[in-house]
């Protein structure tokens, strides 16, 4: 995703390298017996706090904020939203005959269903080099949002297997951007601190879109089936298609790019908008000038045990979280017609949506992941279970409530993933490219585990589910000690009294060789800076 401050007008640039850069040069720094100390106070001072915001400054930055929130917010979520609705209304055309127009098989559909992954997962690592190269993020996202509702608008004439096959994967393709592409345009808005809950918000957006898209699948299948000589799978997709690119024109001509290109920002909000952002890229989050490649980024992302940890266990959570793409299937089961299993998706997601904002909010205050992470686990497992085994209407219907809570997971796992891994970016965006393409690898095979032969209980793919969550679950015990060990080492690093290892010396060489800065600076950075349990 590249560093935030080389995207800065070059004055910015300038000023705060050359800053960082005399700050570097007047730190005493001496090795003696993997010892390493920093004389001078007051430039020690200087070189953890580096420069603040003024409280003039405070006052705009509050204005801009308010103001970056009132449109860029809305507007993500809303494209969010249409996204998870063009990925998801193939389960909810099972429900409308697609099956039948199509003369599809079982294995037929989840071929159509899985193939779509195969496009998403390949075209994530060429999407984020394509990123690299976009100077307007707004055009960019706005390209492919009106592709993505071309290809669904599209998808409503075809007549056979091998026209399905061919939209979804084309589908993944054109939908692949989107998620890295948001990462990186928040990223250019919103300082570390204030990107948790924007991303939060932002991920609510796929969850209400399982709500709305069920919803207006009900009222499409009720009141459109036929119209037209269309059956109503079909009006589904030419709908949600035709709105999907109308809104991908919005965002193309009002979604602005950078802050100094916004014209509604006075030269006040401009300055201190650039200002902040370069401050917080400086402090802890700087490519040194572009020192670090994307190669050495990739180098480094794959020589740290996290990148595997994380990505294995975003693989169990969205492999758990398949039955998404099968709810109005399994609502279904519950011994109602097509209209009121369509209905009956949208409980368990609106449920959701206000239960995983207060959770994200909870653990932000509270500062802790691991707990919040770990106790959805067996909630999940209990939802299965009850599926598996039971027959009445409520307690197969609480358990898809039950079962949703691996969308809690989800969210606070992007959580864990910035702080675990939170610099140089160049690592930072290649982890978070190889995770993103792990974890929605999972959606390429799971399709696989749900066949109509399993009805009602899907026993074989609820066990799947057990399976998985409980190896996401495991994966953030192993998580919890390394981040502990790794805190252990930072705090020793910290005392200047203590002696440092010979590992300690490598990783503080390292982190001087990826940052571009000496190892007295480097030692610097972990000052006061702790992984999130």
């Given at each position: 995703m590249g560093s935030l401050v080389t995207d800065l007008p070059a004055a910015f640039q300038t000023t705060l390298l050359k800053d960082?850069?005399?700050?570097?040069?007047?730190?005493?720094?001496?090795?003696?017996?993997?010892?390493?100390?920093?004389?001078?106070?007051?430039?020690?001072?200087?070189?953890?706090?580096?420069?603040?915001?003024?409280?003039?400054?405070?006052?705009?930055?509050?204005?801009l904020r308010r103001k970056i929130d009132s449109l860029i917010m809305p507007l993500v979520v809303l494209v969010y939203l249409m996204n998870y609705i063009d990925r998801n209304n193939y389960a909810a055309a099972k429900l409308q005959g697609l099956e039948r127009d199509l003369n599809l098989n079982d294995t037929e559909y989840q071929v159509g269903l899985s193939i779509l992954f195969v496009g998403y997962v390949l075209m994530q690592v060429p999407s984020n080099a394509m990123l690299n190269f976009c100077g307007k993020p707004s055009w960019y996202l706005g390209f492919f949002i009106i592709a993505w509702g071309l290809v669904s608008t599209l998808t409503s004439q075809v007549q056979s297997y091998g026209g399905i096959v061919a939209c979804r994967f084309i589908l993944g393709v054109v939908e692949a951007p989107f998620f890295p592409g948001i990462l990186f345009y928040l990223s250019k808005w919103y300082t570390k601190s204030e990107l948790n809950l924007r991303m939060s918000i932002f991920y609510s957006g796929s969850l209400?879109?399982?709500?709305?898209?069920?919803?207006?699948?009900?009222?499409?299948?009720?009141?459109?089936?036929?119209?037209?000589?269309?059956?109503?799978?079909?009006?589904?997709?030419?709908?949600?298609?035709?709105?999907?690119?109308f809104i991908g024109f919005v965002v193309t001509f009002l979604l602005p790019d950078f802050p100094h290109t916004w014209k509604l920002l006075t030269p006040e909000m401009k300055a201190v908008a650039n200002r902040r952002m370069a401050l917080d890229a400086a402090e802890a989050d700087l490519d040194a000038g572009g020192k670090t490649s994307h190669l050495a980024g990739m180098k480094a992302a794959f020589k740290d045990p996290k990148t595997y940890i994380l990505a294995i266990a975003y693989h169990g959570i969205t492999g758990a979280a398949g039955f998404q793409n099968f709810y109005p299937t399994l609502t279904q089961t519950l011994g109602?017609?097509?209209?009121?299993?369509?209905?009956?998706?949208?409980?368990?997601?609106?449920?959701?949506?206000?239960?995983?904002?207060?959770?994200?909010?909870?653990?932000?205050?509270?500062?802790?992941?691991?707990?919040?992470?770990?106790?959805?686990?067996?909630?999940?497992?209990?939802?299965?279970?009850?599926?598996?085994?039971?027959?009445?209407?409520?307690?197969?219907?609480?358990?898809?409530?039950?079962?949703?809570?691996?969308?809690?997971?989800?969210?606070t796992i992007y959580a864990w993933i910035a702080n675990a891994i939170p610099r140089p970016p160049a690592k930072r965006a290649a982890a978070l490219a190889f995770m993103n393409s792990i974890g929605n690898a999972a959606s390429i095979w799971t399709p696989f585990t749900y066949n109509d032969a399993d009805k009602p209980y899907y026993r074989e793919a609820m066990g799947i589910n057990i399976g998985l969550v409980g190896i996401a679950g495991i994966c953030g015990i192993i998580m919890r000690f390394y981040l502990q060990y790794q805190n252990r080492q930072l705090e020793r690093m910290e005392n200047e009294d203590a002696t440092l290892t010979e590992r300690d010396v490598k990783k503080l060489e390292k982190t001087a060789e990826l940052e571009g800065i000496d190892i007295a600076t480097a030692r610097m950075l972990q000052k006061g800076y702790r992984y999130i349990i």
């Open positions: 960082g850069n005399e700050k570097g040069d007047n730190i005493h720094k001496e090795i003696h017996d993997h010892d390493i100390t920093i004389g001078d106070e007051v430039t020690k001072e200087e070189a953890r706090h580096m420069v603040e915001l003024t409280e003039e400054e405070r006052v705009i930055e509050k204005k209400i879109s399982g709500a709305f898209g069920s919803l207006i699948a009900a009222g499409i299948l009720s009141g459109l089936d036929g119209a037209r000589g269309l059956a109503s799978w079909r009006w589904l997709y030419i709908i949600e298609g035709t709105v999907t690119i109602y017609d097509s209209i009121i299993s369509l209905l009956l998706v949208a409980p368990p997601y609106v449920f959701t949506v206000f239960y995983s904002l207060a959770h994200g909010l909870t653990s932000d205050k509270v500062g802790n992941r691991f707990w919040f992470y770990m106790y959805p686990v067996p909630i999940v497992i209990v939802g299965a279970l009850l599926f598996m085994f039971t027959d009445g209407f409520g307690p197969r219907y609480f358990s898809l409530f039950l079962l949703n809570f691996i969308f809690v997971m989800n969210g």
